[in-house]
């Protein structure tokens, strides 16, 4: 099972939006409703932010959203804050053999 | 507030068996979720590794199937991981994580673990 693919990197001014790619197959992303989506800072364990594809965690801020459509599922972080700047991995149920596969992770800069 | 921590040998030597243990603090493990390892080699993505019920039922990556065991001990709040015959391509950081069907809702902070004579 080969891991999920995002784009290496993606930057935005505060305030702006940017839109994170996480495409896999239709045995993944495609075959299931159950895109996560982590971010990391540095030196830290990642944080649970979309689950579900699109729900957000108790906490987690209405900046951050998430869809899919085909075998494409997309994280977006609207009005961009300093703090957001970190890694951002997606993850997909995979069926019962493979059960989970993350993606390559996007590092989110904020200029 | 859910907290785990990994504990264990920062340091193994290769085809040894790398061990490491997750507590879990602020709830009880014997609740209706799974409790995963997941990986993260230096400067790379996630992998999981392998899920298990407090039960003892496990579900285990393909990739690792054929080196990796997990286990719980209900009575100390814990489950382990054991990974048998490593190589230097173990090298990583070891999280533990509550895992629901399809994400990992908490997480702990991380144990590096090198592979090295």
């Known amino acids: 099972q080969s891991a999920l693919t995002q784009p290496r990197s993606v930057s935005g001014s505060p305030g702006q939006s940017v839109t994170i790619s996480c495409t896999g197959t239709s045995s993944d992303v495609g075959g299931y409703n159950y895109v996560s989506w982590y971010q990391q800072h540095p030196g830290k364990g990642p944080k649970l932010m979309i689950y579900d594809v699109s729900k957000r965690p108790s906490g987690v801020p209405d900046r951050f959203s998430g869809s899919k459509s085909g075998n494409t599922a997309s994280l977006t972080i609207s009005g961009l804050q300093s703090e957001d700047e970190a890694d951002y991995y997606c993850?997909?149920?995979?069926?019962?053999?493979?059960?989970?596969?993350f993606g390559t992770g996007t590092k989110v800069t904020v200029l | 507030q859910l907290q785990l921590q990994e504990s264990g040998p920062g340091l193994v030597k290769p085809s040894e068996t790398l061990s490491l243990t997750c507590t879990v603090s602020g709830g009880s493990i014997s609740t209706s979720y799974y409790w995963g390892w997941i990986r993260q080699p230096p400067g790379k993505g996630l992998e999981w590794i392998g899920s298990?019920?407090?039960?003892?039922?496990?579900y285990y990556n393909p990739s690792l199937r054929s080196r990796v065991t997990i286990s719980v001990d209900t009575s100390k709040n814990q489950f382990s991981l054991k990974l048998s015959s490593v190589t230097a391509a173990d090298t990583a950081v070891y999280y533990c994580?509550?895992?629901?069907?399809?994400?990992?809702?908490?997480w702990g902070q991380g144990s590096l673990v090198t592979v090295s004579s």
């Open positions: 993850c997909s149920y995979a069926g019962m053999y493979t059960h989970y596969v």
């Open positions: 298990i019920y407090y039960s003892g039922s496990t």
């Open positions: 994580a509550r895992a629901t069907t399809r994400d990992f809702d908490f």
